[in-house]
């Protein structure tokens, strides 16, 4: 499965943002779907995930209560929908898709398939 990443931009604090993964070549419906960040000089850290087939979803502390996971099968898309934004959560933002297992992967090295990223930048 291929993945693109999209709806990075420049925004204030307090602002929204929904980052988007469009899947080819596959069902992501099928996957497990992961958004992982990346801010400058830093690791890359989990953010969110859904699980295949399922709505069960989990995210990281620093975005819980301010970010949603979702995935619209008819699109073969999934979304990061950022609410509340802060300078913090400027870093460049990946998604990535695993097959089907038992448990919601939360670590990058446990994902297969990376989109390109996608930039965000939270200004003061």
């Known amino acids: 499965v291929q993945l693109q990443a999209s709806g990075g931009g420049l925004v204030q604090a307090g602002g929204s943002l929904r980052l988007s993964c469009v899947a080819s070549?596959?069902?992501?419906?099928?996957?497990?779907t992961g958004w992982f960040r990346q801010a400058p000089g830093k690791e890359r850290d989990f953010v969110a995930a859904?699980?295949?087939?399922?709505?069960?979803?989990s995210y990281a502390d620093s975005v819980k209560g301010r970010f949603t996971i979702s995935r619209d099968n008819a699109k073969n898309t999934a979304y990061l929908q950022m609410n509340s934004l802060k300078p913090e959560d400027t870093a460049v933002y990946y998604c990535?898709?695993?097959?089907?297992?038992?448990?919601?992967?939360?670590?990058?090295?446990?994902?297969?398939?990376w989109g390109q990223g996608t930039e965000v930048t939270v200004s003061s």
């Open positions: 990535a898709a695993h097959p089907p297992t038992a448990r919601l992967p939360l670590q990058q090295y446990e994902y297969d398939y």
């Open positions: 859904i699980k295949w087939g399922g709505g069960t979803t």
């Open positions: 070549g596959g069902t992501l419906n099928y996957y497990h």
